[in-house]
């Protein structure tokens, strides 16, 4: 019993304040603020604090959720532009092979009395010599080059590349016009008066050019002009764009003798040529 009496006094000293303070809290006038001021002192800082954590906390998970739909915003948009990428690249592949397939109607449209057989470049590097030129085309394709047997060579564009030296089975190689055994008839396009030659030359090869010569006096020729074949020697068709007149030599009375010429072909770039066949070279 001793040990329950001060808990009992405890528990009715408790009851008896809180009873007081609520009957001076209900009370009207200055005892009211006053409590109320005194209570406010201590549990507004605690108020405070708690509002203070539950708004960062509420703040963290918003930040969470914000970063998330960014998150997914931007992957939203890396597929956009991968997509758009896609396109992009599809677009530009089919601009590219429909100018391919131009190019190649146009040089039928332009040999229409002729076959023209397309090829790919086996080689894939022609080096600085430019070396022959092997093609993946042969007898099997029909052609049969070899000995006074050959086949006018051209580009996508219809710029000579040069001939079909000799053929096998399921290839062929190709002499191209920079090859110092070449040589063509040709002439300064727009004059059908003169001929002249234009063939490889091993100091000119190495510059990426080749040589006419055996200009005929008073030829009408300069720096610029387009040079084409003449159509004469019964392998290559007229008309068949050569290249540029670069620079042009004279013999000490002022002649022109001979003039370097840059191929209208692209030999670095060169992937596919077309080989023209005689229509009675058919079977």
């Known amino acids: 019993m001793k040990r329950r009496v001060p808990r009992m006094m405890v528990i009715v000293l408790v009851t008896v304040a809180l009873l007081a303070l609520f009957i001076l ?158 040589s063509v008839s040709a002439r300064v396009e727009g004059s059908y008066r003169s001929t002249f030659r234009v063939r490889g030359d091993i100091l000119l090869r190495e510059q990426g050019l080749c040589l006419g010569d055996s200009i005929p006096e008073g030829l009408p020729i300069k720096v610029g002009d387009l040079i084409v074949t003449s159509g004469e020697g019964g392998i290559f068709p007229g008309g068949v764009p050569i290249g540029e007149v670069v620079s042009l030599h004279a013999s000490e009375d002022g002649k022109v003798v001979t003039c370097a010429i840059k191929p209208a072909c692209d030999f670095d770039s060169l992937k596919h040529v077309f080989v023209i066949l005689e229509q009675d070279d058919e079977s």
């Open 25 to 182: 809290t209900a009370l009207p006038g200055a005892t009211r603020s006053r409590i109320g001021d005194f209570f406010g002192r201590v549990f507004d800082p605690l108020n405070s604090a708690f509002q203070k954590a539950v708004e960062g906390v509420s703040g963290f998970f918003t930040a969470v959720s914000d970063n998330k739909k960014l998150k997914d915003r931007v992957g939203e948009l890396e597929e956009e532009l991968g997509k758009l990428n896609r396109e992009m690249i599809e677009n530009r592949e089919k601009v590219k092979a429909y100018e391919e397939l131009k190019d190649a109607l146009n040089l039928v449209t332009r040999f229409d009395d002729s076959k023209v057989l397309g090829s790919v470049i086996l080689n894939k590097e022609l080096g600085s010599y430019h070396d022959l030129i092997r093609i993946r085309a042969g007898r099997k394709q029909g052609l049969n080059a070899g000995g006074n047997i050959s086949y006018p060579v051209v580009d996508q564009h219809s710029s000579l590349v040069g001939r079909v030296h000799s053929s096998e089975t399921f290839s062929s190689k190709v002499m191209p016009l920079l090859h110092e055994a070449f």
